[in-house]
């Protein structure tokens, strides 16, 4: 598929920026590390690049905080090599010091200075500058941020998500070339959080800084990020953009973990899906022994991926949005759990074969616990895992 | 009647009545031992009062600070005593606090012969008695030194013996007063300065140049110094007689002895809460400094060291104390402290031991409760504000 084709399926134009042709800010390069004697990480490989926001999304505890120690330098990698700007940073030959890596971090435990007031906390990574330089900045960044009524105050007379503002605060203020986000917004309430990723973009933005964040929050991920980066099993094992990691994972684990949907059992006869909502004739096969694309600037979908082989045992995945109940469809299914979200039902709905599927309805529509229904999928833009 | 009882019956109220009990109790048992103790003595013909105070001593003192002879009174000695506690007392912190200090950090290095020495100089002085200590130095530099008539000499005016170390005297002349004034001129200066950089950085942004200029003036004021240090005192060397040296400044080898014991020792523990207060900030405290681009000193000074004072100072007023307390155990050394000739030597001639006793007890508490105030002086100006 070519860069063209690309553009066009995926649906969202990022420009000029998205060119695999440029030269990436931040190159890692089979990295490995190890903590008291476990493998965190392996042989993982990422490139970010200039000015953008990179995120990496994964699930709690699968070393995503340890990877951005490895990146300022607190922790000493097993094997591998980190790049900055074509520059050797940290291999198993050298390692430079935190302090002269140009890395800013704001940290998941805030790590404020207990003994200094937040307006002294903030300026403190400033201490070699006349104020007159950066204090400009500095009034913008706290009033964004909403600190202006806590400058005086002590870290630990604020709240949870008071100090992880200021935290934020303290990393932006020196703009540097390189900010290291550990969950930035997790403490945040929801009503502020949303506010806050779009103020957090526009002063990495602002700035030039080339961000990476890690979380776990999928909205943070997809608000703020230029292209994100899928963490699972000690690897990166899907980079992309957001978009594209919703709507084209390429493998089960993306798929399971990155929004909500659900897997049918299936066959490949002829070429085409045979499953228990009928035939499918285009879908996106992805195979079990996939090339590794953690690597590749971006990971196009079908790229390198052969052609679905006869009697191929399959899973494959629907997004609740996309499975609609319609009484007038001859599939029929009766609704087992019933998730109330606001402005949608989510329907669980088990299929006469005891296959279950999810459906995202308005709430407008209810219905109730144990109703049989019909269901409508759209059999487009589907995405079919080789099962083993 | 029955509901005032029932007012009365209240945890806050029990707890006074049992209260007031306990003190009126321990009260009456203090007052009784008191009135037993004067009866007593009075049945002895013991005489009880300040006034041999006045008295004559009748016995010399191996070293003094002020001017004392066999004739002065029990008030002059006692003078003496706690000056020569007090002197004994300040070379012990001071020197405890360096070698604490440094051993401390030296503790924490990642040179692996450097760690190995100070735990072993720790483990090894701390857990031996420190009478024990003293007694061993004592017979260690009794064994080392040379006697009075074959002296180490360093220099032509410097002589170290068994009778201690003798040294110039040096009396100050009005060149050295001048000098002495010019010093703190230029300290005031330098603080007045500094503090308009910082104002005139926070103003214009520019730096105000202040370290250069100050190191210069410091190389040219020690040099000048230098220069003129003949010409601002005159000179009394130690003159060798028969019985070793007259005139001159000695110290005796006891006071050496008694500060370098108590302070090898205390030291073995300042060392400890040192490295324990230095490990005890946070590491992600030394994380975030390294992520805003401090250097390791500026992280020391405005990180580690601030946060490591808050926790280290009450145990080191605790070992401080300890220290000025185990000065007492002079005796056995025979340094003329205020335990060993007040309530030991005068105290046996006079045999006014409840009077010594309380004394030299208010001594060593007024002592105490001074460090302990201008510690908790200096902890407060450290601690943490949290408002």
């Known amino acids: 598929m070519s860069q063209h084709e690309q553009g066009k399926n995926v649906g969202q134009n990022l420009g000029e920026s998205m060119g695999p042709h440029r030269e990436p800010f931040i190159s890692v ?21 200039p000015k953008e926001i990179t995120c990496i999304l994964g699930a709690s505890g699968c070393g995503k905080t340890s990877f951005l120690k490895v990146l300022a330098g607190f922790i000493h990698p097993s094997s591998g090599v980190i790049k900055v700007r074509k520059k050797i940073i940290s291999s198993p030959y050298h390692l430079l010091a935190p302090q002269k890596r140009g890395m800013g971090m704001s940290f998941q435990d805030h790590a404020l200075f207990p003994h200094l007031s937040v307006y002294e906390n903030i300026v403190l990574g400033m201490k070699s500058k006349p104020p007159k330089e950066y204090k400009q900045r500095l009034e913008h960044i ?44 997790a403490s945040q309430d929801v009503e502020l959080k949303e506010k806050l990723i779009l103020k957090l973009r526009s002063l990495i933005k602002e700035n030039g800084i080339t961000a990476l964040l890690v979380t776990h929050d999928q909205q943070e991920a997809f608000y703020m990020a230029d292209r994100m980066g899928f963490l699972h099993n000690k690897r990166i094992i899907q980079f992309s953009t957001p978009y594209e990691m ?11 973990f990155i929004g909500k949907g659900s897997f049918l059992a299936g066959e490949i006869t002829q070429g085409m899906l045979q499953t228990e909502l009928g035939t499918i004739k285009n879908f996106r096969y992805v195979p079990l022994n ?58 669980e709905i088990i299929l006469p074969s005891g296959a279950k599927v999810l459906s995202q309805m308005s709430s407008h529509y209810k219905y109730a616990l144990g109703e049989a229904v019909g269901l409508r999928i759209r059999l487009q833009n589907l995405t079919a895992f080789e099962s083993g | 009647m029955k509901s005032l009882f029932a007012s009365l019956n209240t945890i806050r109220v029990r707890s006074y009545i049992i209260q ?110 420190i009478l024990l200590q003293i007694l061993f130095w004592n017979s260690i530099f009794r064994q080392i030194l040379p006697t009075s008539d074959n002296p180490f000499s360093i220099g032509e005016n410097i002589h170290i013996s068994l009778r201690g170390i003798f040294f110039p005297k040096l009396t100050p002349n009005a060149l050295f007063f001048v000098m002495l004034a010019v010093l703190v001129l230029l300290i005031i200066a330098f603080v007045v300065i500094r503090k308009y950089a ?23 004021y020690g040099l000048v110094f230098l220069l003129l240090f003949d010409n601002m005192f005159a000179f009394e060397n130690p003159v060798a007689t028969r019985f070793g040296f007259d005139k001159g400044t000695s110290v005796i080898l006891e006071l050496f002895i008694l500060s370098f014991s108590l302070a090898v020792y205390t030291a073995t523990y300042i060392a400890e809460q040192v490295r324990a207060s ?34 280290i100072i009450p145990p080191l007023t605790n070992l401080y104390l300890n220290l000025v307390k185990n000065s007492s155990l002079a005796t056995a050394i ?54």
């Open chain 1, 29 to 49: 390069e089979n990295l490995s590390f190890a903590y008291k004697g476990l493998t965190v990480i392996e042989a993982m490989s990422l490139q970010v690049m």
């Open chain 1, 142 to 185: 706290v009033h964004e941020l909403k600190l202006t009524s806590l400058l005086q105050k002590y870290p630990n007379s604020i709240s949870g998500g008071e100090q992880q503002r200021c935290s934020l605060a303290r990393a932006l203020l020196p703009a540097p070339s390189i900010l290291l986000l550990d969950e930035p917004l």
């Open chain 1, 246 to 256: 919703y709507h084209r994972p390429n493998s089960l684990w993306t798929a399971q």
């Open chain 1, 290 to 347: 996939k090339p590794d694309t953690s690597s590749m600037l971006l990971s196009h979908s079908n790229v390198g991926y052969p052609k679905p082989q006869e009697k191929k045992q399959i899973k494959v995945f629907f997004r609740p949005s996309e499975t609609q109940i319609d009484s007038r469809s001859a599939i029929r299914g009766k609704i087992t759990a019933v998730f109330f979200q606001g402005d949608s039902f989510l329907y």
């Open chain 2, 20 to 129: 007031a009990v306990v003190v009126l109790s321990i009260f009456l048992v203090i007052v009784l031992i008191v009135l037993n103790m004067i009866t007593n003595m009075r049945q002895r013909g013991i005489p009880l009062g300040l006034d041999f105070l006045d008295s004559e001593t009748g016995f010399s003192v191996l070293q003094s600070l002020i001017e004392y002879t066999e004739l002065s009174s029990y008030a002059k000695l006692f003078l003496v005593g706690i000056l020569n506690t007090i002197l004994v007392s300040v070379i012990g912190l001071v020197l405890t606090t360096i070698i604490g200090f440094t051993v401390g950090i030296a503790r924490l290095s990642n040179n692996w012969l450097m760690k190995k020495l100070t735990i072993s100089y720790i483990e090894i002085f701390r857990n031996l008695p």
């Open chain 2, 198 to 220: 910082v104002n005139y950085l926070n103003r214009t942004g520019k730096i105000f140049p202040v370290w250069r200029p100050t190191l210069i003036a410091m190389g040219l």
């Open chain 2, 278 to 311: 230095i490990e005890a900030v946070d590491k992600g405290q030394k994380e975030a400094a390294a992520a805003l681009g401090l250097k390791p000193f500026m992280m020391l000074r405005y990180i580690v060291i601030p946060q490591a004072l808050r926790i």
């Open chain 2, 334 to 387: 025979g340094y003329p402290d205020l335990v060993a000739i007040f309530a030991g030597t005068a105290l046996n001639q006079s045999g006014r031991a409840i009077e010594i006793m309380f004394l030299t007890m208010a001594v060593y508490l007024s002592l105490s409760l001074l460090i302990s105030f201008l510690m908790n002086w200096y902890n407060r100006s450290v601690k943490l504000i949290e408002r």
